[in-house]
């Protein structure tokens, strides 16, 4: 069965400082990867995703994310945090290529991001 | 072009009631997945349609189900409600197969 572990429950950065959260997974095959962040109230919005190739994928936002199939991780990063990026990130896992559960989608507990200024 | 629109956006219901929650797609997208978010169990995959067959589902009672429309338009009903059915219930379309889904702000469902 496949599962998604963020080790970081919540994490505090200061405005202008990096940032990397951390996401690993468990997958029989090569997964898709998507890292999605909600706002209270909101639903889920898409920052990026892995399907194939280039392992190291640029999103929205600043957002950039690597994926290392050696570690089974998929770490998300931005050089300069903004305070408008405290939210709450979701790591998730699908059904990669020649799967049949595209519609399915396995999320890490999140991560809780806190901008200090 | 139009995101995913999910009605209602809050709900309150009581112990034993059944409740239908709606979800229209973005245009063009054929699978619909839903979602229960809760604060204790994360985020858990319900069930997905695709071109109105369920296609794949998660491990909840029979008292979730769910249907899509030849619209794609989706609806998902939850019978004799328990207390622990509170929760955020989001849905999310795509076009189908290896494609990133697209959520919508998901209805609150609170049961007294």
């Known amino acids: 069965a496949q599962s998604v572990t963020q080790p970081d429950i919540h994490i505090t950065v200061s405005e202008g400082a990096s940032l990397e959260l951390r996401c690993n997974y468990s997958?029989?095959?090569?997964?898709?990867l998507f890292w999605y962040v909600q706002s209270p109230g909101q639903g889920l919005q898409l920052l990026l995703k892995?399907?194939?190739?280039?392992?190291l994928v640029q999103g929205i936002k600043g957002f950039e994310a690597e994926f290392k199939r050696s570690q089974s991780s998929f770490n998300l990063r931005k050089p300069s945090v903004h305070w408008s990026d405290a939210a709450e990130y979701f790591c998730a896992v699908g059904a990669g290529a020649g799967g049949t559960s595209y519609g399915k989608l396995t999320f890490g507990q999140g991560t809780i991001l806190t901008v200090h200024p | 072009k139009a995101g995913v629109t999910q009605t209602p956006r809050y709900l309150i219901k009581t112990r034993g009631q059944q409740v239908t929650l709606s979800c229209s797609p973005i245009s063009g997208h054929r699978s619909v997945s839903w979602y229960q978010q809760t604060p204790g169990q994360g985020l858990q995959f319900l069930f997905e349609y695709f071109s109105e067959t369920q296609r794949n589902k998660g491990n909840f009672p029979g008292r979730f189900s769910g249907r899509q429309f030849s619209n794609s338009r989706s609806e998902m009903n939850v019978s004799t409600l328990e207390l622990g059915d509170s929760a955020l219930y989001l849905c999310?379309?795509?076009?189908?197969?290896?494609?990133?889904?697209?959520f919508g702000d998901g209805t609150r469902l609170s049961i007294l």
């Open positions: 999310a379309s795509s076009l189908g197969g290896p494609q990133p889904q697209h």
């Open positions: 892995y399907f194939s190739g280039d392992t």
């Open positions: 997958y029989g095959a090569t997964p898709y």
